[in-house]
């Protein structure tokens, strides 16, 4: 007998997780719901993987709970992100603004994510979880995964580095994985939204099912490149606007796919940066609040939508035959 499956995609975007995290604690208050519980496959990438991670932690006293909710990982941005991107002028000199050496020092990121983590493997989280991550010494995508017997035994600490060792700003992560050592990267340099790849486990992990599919995204660029001023740039000038048109590129391609395949039970929630600042790394107090403010003025202007997915997860997990009509394609 089918059942109805629901996925959670989220996108990479440093310290713009804010957003995702926000969407998310609205989710979770609305329907009185852990995220672990209301869904039966979580992605993420950098960042995002970092949430899907935290999302999935149990309780260590009654695990059968979730450690953490969506607002306490908005808090971690919040209170943790300025110490995880702060780096020593010397640094900042001798790496030449990150064009030389990595901008940022591992080491308080590593100690954020041990003290959320702490001594927690993939095996331990609550519902099958996955993050993305990429092999530099191999030329592979990786993807590890709770559920993969070879995966289990690393520790959520090292996945979550491993998933947001954003080049230039993280150095790699060395890690043994399935008893090979891995050379690990940011997932976002190949798969910026995992939605696609999260859709695609869905089809392997419950052949037969109903899928929905919620795609979170971090926020999107507003500022256009002038040809003219392109035109001069070489491999320095283009560095940064060709990752933001990649980033923007892919996410904007899964969307488009999504859509083809699953109509309205592919539900993306995604903002225009229009205040916020696009940097990864901008922890700085008053971009913290424009964060904040964005995600409560997307929940607002997309009110009528999440109140309707809000009603399906409901009508999942407490009265399935109210299920018909929602969400379905018009």
């Not at 050379?183 to 695609?200: K, M, Q, R």
């Not at 971090?218 to 048109?245: H, N, Q």
């Not at 403010?293 to 997307?298: E, G, I, L, N, P």
Request: aromatic share 8%; charged share 20%; glycine share 8%.
């Amino acid at each position: 007998m089918s059942r109805h499956r629901t996925i959670l995609s989220i996108d990479g975007g440093g310290i713009r997780g804010i957003i995702p995290a926000m969407m998310l604690h609205y989710i979770e208050t609305a329907t009185g719901r852990p995220a672990a519980d209301l869904f039966d496959l979580m992605v993420g990438t950098s960042t995002g993987g970092i949430l899907a991670l935290g999302l999935a932690q149990p309780d260590p006293e009654r695990p059968q709970r979730s450690r953490y909710r969506a607002r306490d990982l908005a808090d971690l941005y919040a209170q943790r992100g300025p110490g995880i991107f702060s780096s020593s002028p010397w640094r900042r000199i001798r790496s030449m603004a990150g064009l030389f050496d990595e901008s940022y020092p591992s080491a308080p990121l590593e100690a954020t994510l041990q003290d959320y983590f702490g001594d927690s493997s993939l095996a331990n989280c609550r519902c099958p979880t996955i993050v993305t991550a990429y092999d530099i010494e191999a030329s592979e995508t990786v993807f590890l995964k709770s559920f993969k017997p070879e995966h289990q035994a690393l520790a959520c600490t090292a996945a979550a580095r491993a998933t947001s060792a954003a080049p230039t700003f993280f150095e790699p992560l060395a890690v043994s994985v399935a008893g090979d050592t891995r050379a690990l990267i940011d997932g976002g340099v190949f798969i910026n939204s995992p939605v696609v790849s999260a859709y695609a486990e869905g089809l392997k992990l419950f052949p037969g099912d109903t899928l929905t599919v919620l795609s979170l995204g971090t926020g999107e660029l507003t500022r256009s490149i002038p040809a003219r001023r392109a035109a001069r740039w070489g491999k320095l000038g283009w560095f940064m606007p060709v990752l933001d048109c990649v980033f923007d590129g892919v996410s904007r391609a899964a969307d488009y796919q999504m859509n083809l395949f699953l109509g309205q039970r592919y539900q993306r929630f995604q903002l225009t940066l229009d205040q916020a600042s696009p940097a990864l790394d901008d922890t700085s107090p008053g971009n913290i609040a424009a964060l904040f403010q964005a995600a409560a003025d997307m929940i607002e202007r997309e009110r009528s939508r999440l109140d309707n997915l809000v009603a399906y997860l409901r009508a999942l997990h407490g009265h399935p035959p109210l299920l018909q009509g929602l969400l379905d394609d018009s």
